[in-house]
């Protein structure tokens, strides 16, 4: 039962995590770069010069966004697996069908929760 509790308070910790640190605008500012990219190469209004300067700023940028990104996955992997100082059973509960379908419901249910709470 605790190793529920904890995967519970492991959702609710990377729920956080997620809206605190703006995963969504990260996702969007890559995607965005990566349009503006193609763009820029497949358009033949815009010189070989210009390309040649501005693909490598877009590189940088997706290369960051990218970074950040891979931060967030590592983040959401410790507070996970941090949980497992705890319980010796916690990492199969997490990867159990009872594991997965309790951490979506809970996860579903704080949304809710903390939407109604901030409105």
């Known amino acids: 039962m605790i190793d529920y509790v904890l995967l519970i308070l492991a959702c609710f910790l990377n ?14 500012s890559l995607g965005m770069s990566i349009r ?8 033949s209004a815009i010189s070989d010069h210009w390309k ?6 877009y590189a940088l940028i997706i290369l960051k966004n990218s970074l950040v990104l891979l931060g967030f996955l590592l983040l959401i992997i410790f507070t996970f697996s941090l949980f497992t100082i705890f319980s ?9 069908i009872s594991g997965l379908l309790t951490s979506i419901i809970a996860s579903y249910l704080y949304l809710i929760l903390r939407n109604f709470l901030n409105e």
């Open 15 to 28: 729920i956080e995590i997620f809206l605190r640190f703006k995963f969504t605008i990260c996702v969007e």
């Open 36 to 43: 503006k990219v193609f763009h820029l190469i497949i358009s």
């Open 52 to 57: 040649e300067k501005m693909v490598p700023v």
């Open 88 to 96: 010796n059973n916690y990492f199969s509960i997490i990867l159990s």
